[in-house]
């Protein structure tokens, strides 16, 4: 498809004053260039499907409570087409989708044109008008910049920058090349796809999702339209607009006054029920969102119908799980898809481990470790006094000294999970049950000899960036008192 042709997506979308679901149509073919963010709608796109799949709700009246901000009203949202041009740089070609908070237009980078840059072209997107007048319209597309721009990661659409032209807000992305994982599950409807092809896009979003998770940021409103597929198969989670910090993680950074929350959005059908309520944000919400993409996938549909939580319990209904697959990843599917946050894995990483399995001879060795620290006491530790804790192992409650055994056996066998299948999420848990272990047992040997082997790797993994080396070596030396003193980690620190 060429640049000057290239039809809009068909699309749904919800206004906030409207009783039902005002439903857009548009031409079939999207699948060769489209947006890097969900402003596309939910997955329904005939009429009698889109009540099913709406777009995020957004509470009507916080959007009439306040007029809209002056800053704000300088360019209609009408003036945005074909050959205008945003900030004397960015030149809209066509218009590729439209949701209930933001439109998104193809456009030309004159700066990189001018440069000769052979990738020109981006992604614009800017509030809709009726979303605009939202009081915190312009602070949540801001922030959904700077989360996206925070989360560098193969499986998450890539943000270049935040700005205003006069009162238009916007941000520039890539521009992806290949369709949305809702045009992949509406194609498979009623079949869905097979397991081999199905996997990967899952293992891929559960990627993305454990990257997000571990600096501490929630999706909140994961579903297909929110994930794109690109032409060599590699998903990219898109939209980080109602993005939310989890209260009290260790990667969230500096506390934000600006809560997502406050927009009241959500995409009912992906949505737990303690978002419905209002509780405070878990990854496992994004649990529950991934167990429904994945059923979409696997089977062409809703697990529940496309009721949302609150619909489904009060019918009654038990999920779909999909047959074609093993029965650990049946059974894991199942606890995503459960209604209670504490049953479903606790975040993507712990996803990922249950999905990819362990090898039976890590199992063993696992068991083997366990099996060796109860019988001989953890005699070896007596090896250690000497140059090692100062306080001897047993000496410790008896209920401490379990714990840091089941810490080291399992940072062990994250360690080995790591090596074996190269999965970066079993590195960043095995450091963290080293971490733990030597905050139980300060000077613990082992989590000393764990905790350099896995900062090493973590570090040769950051080697060659400068800047992205010094922020890994802060990340390493904020994980364990251990590591602030380890010589490699205080190097790397040096300006």
Same mark, same amino acid.
């Given at each position: 498809?060429? #640049?000057?042709?290239?039809?809009?997506? =068909?699309?749904?979308?919800?206004?906030? *004053?409207?009783?039902?679901?005002?439903?857009?149509?548009?031409?079939?073919? $999207?699948?060769?260039?489209?947006? +890097?963010?969900?402003?596309?709608?939910?997955?329904?796109?005939?009429?009698? !499907?889109? #009540?099913?799949? +709406?777009?995020?709700?957004?509470?009507?009246?916080?959007?009439?409570?306040? +007029? &809209?901000?002056?800053?704000?009203?300088?360019?209609?949202?009408?003036?945005?087409?074909?050959? %205008?041009?945003?900030?004397?740089?960015?030149?809209?070609?066509?218009?590729?989708?439209?949701?209930?908070?933001?439109?998104?237009?193809?456009?030309?980078?004159?700066?990189?044109?001018?440069?000769?840059?052979?990738?020109?072209?981006?992604?614009?997107?800017?509030?809709?008008?009726?979303?605009?007048?939202?009081?915190?319209?312009?602070?949540?597309?801001?922030? $959904?910049?700077?989360?996206?721009?925070?989360?560098?990661?193969?499986?998450? %659409?890539?943000?270049?920058?935040?700005?205003?032209?006069?009162?238009?807000?916007?941000?520039?992305? =890539?521009?992806?090349?290949?369709?949305?994982?809702?045009?992949?599950?509406?194609?498979?409807?009623?079949?869905?796809? $097979?397991?081999?092809?199905?996997?990967?896009?899952?293992?891929?979003?559960?990627?993305?999702?454990?990257?997000?998770?571990?600096?501490?940021?929630?999706?909140?409103?994961?579903?297909?339209?929110?994930?794109?597929?690109? *032409? /060599?198969?590699? +998903?990219?989670?898109?939209?980080?607009?109602?993005?939310?910090?989890?209260?009290?993680? !260790?990667?969230?950074?500096?506390?934000? &006054?600006?809560?997502?929350?406050?927009?009241?959005?959500?995409? =009912?059908?992906?949505?737990?029920?303690?978002?419905?309520?209002?509780?405070?944000?878990?990854?496992?919400?994004?649990?529950?969102?991934?167990?429904?993409?994945?059923?979409?996938?696997?089977?062409?549909?809703?697990?529940?119908?496309?009721?949302? %939580?609150?619909?489904?319990?009060?019918?009654?209904?038990?999920?779909?799980?999909?047959?074609? @697959?093993?029965?650990?990843?049946?059974?894991?599917?199942?606890?995503?898809? *459960?209604? /209670?946050?504490?049953?479903?894995?606790?975040?993507?990483?712990?996803?990922?481990?249950?999905?990819?399995?362990?090898?039976?001879?890590?199992?063993?060795?696992?068991?083997?470790?366990?099996?060796?620290? %109860?019988?001989?006491?953890?005699?070896?530790?007596?090896?250690?006094?000497?140059?090692?804790?100062?306080?001897?192992?047993?000496?410790?409650?008896?209920?401490?000294?379990?714990?840091?055994?089941?810490?080291?056996?399992?940072?062990?066998?994250?360690?080995?999970?790591?090596?074996?299948?190269?999965?970066?999420?079993?590195?960043?848990?095995?450091?963290?049950?080293?971490? *733990?272990?030597?905050?139980?047992?300060?000077?613990?040997?082992?989590?000393?000899?764990? @905790?350099?082997?896995? !900062?090493?790797?973590?570090?040769?993994?950051?080697?060659?960036?400068?800047?992205?080396?010094? /922020?890994?070596?802060?990340?390493?030396?904020?994980?364990?008192?251990?590591?602030?003193?380890?010589?490699?980690?205080?190097?790397?620190?040096?300006?």
């Amino acid at each position: 498809m060429t #640049s000057g042709d290239r039809p809009d997506p =068909e699309s749904t979308r919800r206004h906030a *004053d409207d009783a039902q679901p005002t439903l857009i149509r548009k031409p079939e073919n $999207e699948e060769q260039i489209a947006a +890097p963010t969900a402003v596309r709608a939910s997955t329904a796109v005939h009429a009698t !499907a889109a #009540s099913a799949f +709406p777009e995020p709700v957004i509470d009507a009246t916080a959007l009439r409570a306040t +007029p &809209e901000p002056q800053a704000l009203t300088a360019i209609a949202a009408a003036s945005i087409g074909p050959g %205008v041009t945003i900030r004397g740089r960015f030149e809209i070609e066509a218009q590729i989708g439209r949701g209930g908070m933001g439109s998104v237009y193809s456009a030309v980078d004159l700066l990189k044109v001018e440069a000769r840059d052979p990738n020109s072209r981006v992604a614009v997107k800017v509030l809709n008008a009726d979303f605009r007048v939202h009081p915190d319209a312009f602070i949540a597309l801001q922030r $959904e910049a700077s989360k996206a721009q925070a989360l560098a990661h193969p499986n998450i %659409v890539t943000v270049f920058n935040f700005d205003r032209d006069g009162g238009t807000a916007f941000i520039t992305m =890539e521009l992806l090349r290949g369709r949305s994982l809702e045009t992949v599950i509406r194609q498979a409807r009623g079949t869905g796809l $097979e397991r081999k092809t199905a996997l990967p896009i899952i293992r891929g979003i559960a990627e993305g999702l454990a990257y997000a998770h571990r600096k501490g940021v929630v999706h909140s409103d994961l579903k297909p339209a929110n994930v794109f597929l690109l *032409d /060599d198969g590699t +998903p990219k989670i898109l939209d980080f607009g109602i993005a939310r910090a989890v209260p009290g993680a !260790a990667g969230a950074g500096v506390r934000d &006054e600006f809560d997502a929350g406050r927009l009241g959005a959500y995409t =009912e059908a992906y949505a737990t029920r303690e978002m419905i309520q209002g509780v405070d944000p878990a990854p496992a919400d994004d649990i529950y969102a991934l167990g429904i993409v994945a059923c979409e996938l696997l089977t062409g549909s809703h697990p529940y119908g496309g009721r949302s %939580v609150p619909q489904a319990r009060q019918a009654g209904i038990k999920p779909t799980v999909p047959t074609a @697959l093993r029965r650990s990843e049946r059974q894991l599917i199942a606890r995503c898809l *459960d209604f /209670d946050r504490s049953r479903r894995p606790r975040d993507a990483a712990e996803f990922l481990r249950l999905l990819t399995g362990v090898a039976p001879w890590l199992k063993v060795l696992a068991a083997a470790v366990i099996v060796l620290t %109860v019988a001989s006491g953890y005699l070896w530790y007596r090896n250690y006094q000497a140059a090692g804790p100062a306080v001897p192992f047993e000496q410790l409650e008896h209920t401490t000294q379990q714990q840091v055994r089941t810490d080291l056996a399992q940072g062990e066998q994250a360690w080995r999970f790591y090596r074996s299948q190269g999965i970066g999420n079993a590195l960043t848990d095995a450091l963290q049950f080293y971490s *733990d272990a030597y905050r139980l047992h300060n000077g613990n040997r082992d989590a000393v000899g764990g @905790l350099r082997r896995t !900062a090493d790797e973590i570090l040769k993994q950051a080697h060659g960036d400068r800047q992205q080396l010094h /922020d890994t070596a802060a990340q390493l030396a904020g994980a364990s008192e251990f590591l602030k003193s380890y010589p490699p980690v205080v190097d790397a620190l040096q300006p």
